[in-house]
């Protein structure tokens, strides 16, 4: 609701700019007539300028068109009714040979309007001109734009709602359906676990890239140290590039379940078991395959 909410004020906003561009345009180009300047200057202009101020309305689809006298006195408008009459409107930018753009109360109601001032040949302001559009026609032609709008907002939030249903049951399915404070937690208290046990442990994934090992395989195969997190380097050499004895790499890399198999390492001799690695069930209920081998060393 809130996305629909800004997406309609911000069309609402737009809409008034551009509203208010295109009546600075028009107006511009009345005020740069040289027939406007002509008349602004002559003895009657309104004899001249009401039936051309008219045509140019209806044209251009505005509620109203008015040119007035520096002194902001109406020359057309229209209503016949209001010529010679002052105009309803801040003008001072006008008078002072800028032109603006504003939302005022006035004779039609309250409008969006462009006021530009009529400048003769020595620059001397000597009329100004002001379109307007009222601001309850532009409220309707913007309402137009709220089903649009609602459409593209709805749509926007039913595709987030899918992506995070989805992310969701991606994530509860590749976590076992643990959270991540659950995750963390079981991360910190296994670490510890496989630290405190006296023999080494090697866990080798399908690929055959180290996952993890303890510090007493690390001792007894001379493996560098373990990171203490992952954001401290690559944590899953390959076993290829390690210096281990040629039986010892073939065994890991086979991934063979075998029983308390002898190797030789260097001057120890280790006593190998090695059998799948298969996770317990989730929480889903669900059993997960086998990620790999787990392989225990102990030196005979």
């Known amino acids: 609701m809130f996305v629909s909410t800004a997406a309609f004020v911000d ?13 600075l345009a028009v107006a511009a180009a009345i005020a740069d007539s040289p027939f406007v300047v002509t008349a602004a200057t002559s003895p009657d202009p309104t004899a001249a300028l009401q039936p051309y101020t008219l045509e140019v309305n209806r044209d251009a689809a505005l509620d109203f068109i008015t040119i007035m006298s520096p002194a902001g006195v109406s020359w057309t408008h229209p209503d016949p009714a209001e010529i ?15 032109s603006f753009t504003d939302v005022t109360p006035g004779t039609p109601g309250p409008s969006v309007r462009a006021v530009v001032p ?6 001397e302001v ?9 601001t309850s026609n532009l409220q309707i032609a913007l309402d137009a734009r709220l089903p649009a709008i609602l459409a593209i907002t709805l749509t926007l939030l039913l595709a987030g709602s899918l992506a ?12 076992l359906g643990w959270g991540p404070e659950e995750l963390a937690r079981l991360f910190v208290h296994n670490d510890s676990v496989v630290n405190s046990v006296p023999e080494g442990l090697i866990l080798v994934d399908g690929a055959g890239d180290l996952v993890l090992y303890n510090d007493r395989a690390a001792e007894l195969l001379g493996l560098p140290p373990r990171p203490a997190s992952r954001a401290a380097g690559a944590f899953s050499p390959r076993i290829d590039d390690l210096d281990l004895p040629p039986s010892l790499a073939d065994l890991l890399r086979s ?11 260097g001057s120890r001799v280790l006593v190998v078991s090695q059998n799948p690695a298969e996770p317990t069930p989730s929480r889903l209920g669900t059993r997960a395959a086998p990620v790999g081998t787990v392989a225990t060393l102990r030196e005979r």
């Open 164 to 175: 995070t249903w989805v992310l969701r049951r991606y994530l509860r399915r590749v976590t």
């Open 118 to 123: 009529i400048l003769d040949s020595d620059g």
């Open 84 to 98: 010679g009459r002052q105009y309803v409107g801040r003008t001072g930018p006008a008078t002072a040979g800028m």
């Open 126 to 134: 000597v009329g100004m001109v002001a379109a307007g559009v009222r």
């Open 255 to 265: 991934g063979s379940t075998v029983p308390d198999e002898i190797h030789l390492c």
């Open 11 to 23: 069309a609402r906003d737009r809409g008034y700019s551009e509203r208010a561009d295109r009546l």
